[in-house]
């Protein structure tokens, strides 16, 4: 594992809404697996995002979210007033060990109800 400073921003739009969620800390980390890389950090809680060329997984809490290029993929979303089920699709990946560039779409039924930007940058921390 490498210590690094972890940039996180997504703008959410759900109709005529947006919001948009900002988190900077210098003492997160970042993994390559097998699949491809691993990133913590702390946001409001943990946050560990997992990514590579064609998967996302988003983790906050108890809160997932997974989802592969190309396919639409169920979730069942988890929030303080119980499980959501939720099917997400990735519009657009890029992905590195340096950063990861995300659209993503959430859909109830074949509603898309969300539509996430979500850009995600480390840089190394030398001690």
């Known amino acids: 594992m490498m210590r690094c400073h972890v940039r996180y921003k997504c703008i959410i ?20 697996t097998q699949d491809g890389f691993k990133v913590c950090f702390r946001g409001e809680d943990e946050m560990v995002i997992t990514h590579s060329e064609d998967k996302v997984t988003l983790a906050h809490g108890a809160s997932v979210l997974s989802m592969r290029k190309d396919h639409v993929t169920a979730n069942e979303y988890q929030t303080a ?8 699709r990735v519009v657009s990946l890029s992905s590195s060990a340096q950063q990861l560039a995300l659209v993503y779409e959430l859909m109830q039924g074949a509603d898309v109800v969300s539509k996430a930007h979500l850009l995600l940058r480390c840089e190394e921390v030398v001690s």
């Open 13 to 32: 739009t759900a109709g005529d809404s947006r919001q948009s969620l900002t988190y900077d800390d210098p003492d997160g980390m970042v993994e390559e």
């Open 81 to 88: 007033m119980g499980a959501i089920p939720l099917k997400a």
